[in-house]
């Protein structure tokens, strides 16, 4: 499933703002999960109780830049598995690094997005509906990006789909 319909999941609670220069703050209760594996051998990832990526132990996957890095993160909402509900146990990930090196790592998310905000920098005079910005709002997409050695994570949010997209780092392991 590529595409996300706008959720009803998300909280009614938006900032109440009046200046539309203002970037209202926008919660979420249920978020989508993909990770990706790039420059590994056998990565593995684990995340509510799904499988999300078991790419094989012998060939090492291809580098980030090779597939077009970030930007091609950005192409990403909606798609994984959708509709979690926020925050079950954290990310179970393992892989062998370009140079064969084992790793294995747990990405606790619900501590890193302890606060339910979807990340945005979009201003209320952008909404479609600025009396309530939710309407306006996609449950953020969560990528989990294995690349050799290092973890990142990101949140992926679409907000008033024929303006706004947003890819925003979150925290690197």
Request: glycine share 6%; charged share 20%.
């Amino acid at each position: 499933m590529n595409q996300q319909t706008p959720s009803s999941s998300l909280s009614n609670a938006a900032t109440a703002v009046a200046n539309p220069d203002s970037v209202p703050v926008l919660h979420f209760k249920f978020h989508s999960f993909q990770s990706f594996c790039f420059d590994t051998y056998g990565c593995t990832v684990v995340y509510a109780g799904l499988r999300d990526t078991d790419d094989s132990p012998s060939e090492k996957s291809r580098s980030f830049e090779s597939v077009g890095g970030e930007a091609l993160l950005k192409t990403m909402g909606g798609s994984g598995h959708i509709n979690i509900k926020n925050f079950p146990a954290s990310a179970k990930v393992t892989w062998r690094s370009k140079d064969g090196t084992y790793h294995s790592a747990e990405i606790d998310i619900g501590k890193i997005f302890k606060d339910e905000r979807i990340i945005h920098h979009m201003p209320l005079r952008d909404f479609p509906f600025p009396n309530n910005p939710m309407g306006s709002a996609d449950d953020p997409t969560i990528l989990l990006v294995v690349d050799d050695r290092t973890i990142k994570v990101y949140m992926l949010s679409i907000i008033n789909v024929t303006k706004y997209l947003t890819l925003a780092y979150s925290q690197t392991f």
